[in-house]
Nanobody
Framework: QVQLVESGGGLVQPGGSLRLSCAASGSVFRPNVMGWYRQAPGKQRELVASITSDTRTNYADSVKGRFTISRDNTKNTVYLQMNSLKPEDTAAYYC?????????WGQGTQVTVSS
């Protein structure tokens, strides 16, 4: 099994930045895809960004040019650098990992963008 632990959420003013981290432990098979999803109250969970083992990335249109996903395979950790944050970015952010034998989710970390 894989365990994912997120960190780095919090309260930030519009235009500010935050960096989320997600560390994976356990049976982390490769190749895999790690990603960040978010869910705002009353809305469906949506993909924010994903990155493959060989660092191919994919972003939601709403975050392109503002967010950057990266990973450190030596640490089994994925990062999400969020810049120019907007109030509409407010949500619970969840880390995910998918590989051929299954998938896992983190517990979520809250990001609130407000003045």
């Amino acid at each position: 099994q894989v365990q994912l632990v997120e960190s780095g959420g919090g309260l930030v003013q519009p235009g500010g930045s935050l960096r989320l981290s997600c560390a994976a432990s356990g049976s982390v098979f490769r190749p895999n895809v790690m990603g960040w999803y978010r869910q705002a109250p009353g809305k469906q969970r949506e993909l924010v960004a994903s990155i493959t083992s060989d660092t191919r990335t994919n972003y939601a249109d709403s975050v392109k040019g503002r967010f950057t996903i990266s990973r450190d395979n030596t640490k089994n950790t994925v990062y999400l650098q969020m810049n120019s944050l907007k109030p509409e970015d407010t949500a619970a952010y969840y880390c995910s990992l998918r590989h051929a034998l299954g998938s896992a989710w983190g517990q979520g970390t809250q990001v609130t963008v407000s003045s």
